[in-house]
């Protein structure tokens, strides 16, 4: 089944404690993205990749970083979670960005930090 | 002001209705439009894709850009129980592919 997977679904953890959120695609799709939404602000890009080792900054990219060493991977870091890092996060991918190239997006990973 | 606006509703209608769903914008950088669907507790998925400006048609979904007045549309005809989510506007510049803003969303609610 083509599908991105992220993990974990839900994370509690405190401030200052590193934590990866992995993000997994199937369909050998070039480009991937992070996203955060939050109550009233939407959807908010963090980073994005349009292949591998070619990562660029979306709209909020401090406090997160990303690596893109596979195709299929693409993982974000939080080197030091703070509490307004508590959000819904998604993965999404698509083979590219040409018109009706249709973006999947995972099923979100929960993060709060105390 | 945000570069992307949308009203966040909610917005409640009955089955059968057209609903209009809308965003503002203010960068004129903006070349690809897209419309996405989010159900409660799921990932977003692509709805519409439209490149500058001009109308797209896909079954009961109309989707409608004016880049003069920096406004697009979304359109639902004969509006069903199973439309109710949250709608999401995105856009990217043509000079930064990857880039994507997105509206706040707006929470759709059909009544039978």
């Known amino acids: 089944e083509a599908q991105v997977t992220q993990n974990p679904r839900y994370l509690i953890t405190v401030t200052g404690k590193k934590l990866t959120v992995t993000c997994s695609q199937n369909?050998?799709?070039?480009?991937m993205s992070w996203y955060r939404q939050d109550p009233g602000l939407g959807l908010r890009q963090i980073y994005y990749?349009?292949?591998?080792?070619?990562?660029d900054k979306g709209d909020v990219p401090e406090g997160y970083k990303v690596s893109r060493k596979e195709k299929r991977n693409f993982p974000l870091i939080l080197e030091s979670p703070s509490p307004n890092q508590t959000s819904l996060y998604f993965c999404a991918s698509s083979f590219s960005l040409a018109e009706d190239n249709e973006q999947f997006f995972g099923p979100g990973t929960r993060l709060t930090v105390l | 002001q945000k570069e992307v606006e949308q009203d966040p509703g909610p917005l409640s209608v009955p089955e059968g209705a057209i609903v209009s769903l809308n965003c503002t914008y203010s960068n004129s950088a903006f070349q690809y439009f897209m419309w996405y669907r989010q159900y409660s507790r799921k990932g977003p998925e692509l709805l519409m894709y439209t490149y500058s400006s001009g109308n797209k048609e896909d079954g009961r979904f109309t989707a409608q850009v004016d880049k003069s007045s920096k406004y697009i549309s979304l359109f639902i005809r004969d509006s069903q129980p199973s439309d109710s989510a949250t709608y999401l506007c995105?856009?990217?510049?043509?000079?930064?592919?990857?880039?994507?803003?997105f509206g706040q969303g707006t929470e759709l609610s059909v009544k039978p």
């Open positions: 995105a856009m990217s510049p043509y000079n930064q592919g990857g880039k994507l803003i």
């Open positions: 369909m050998n799709h070039e480009y």
């Open positions: 990749s349009m292949n591998v080792e070619v990562t």
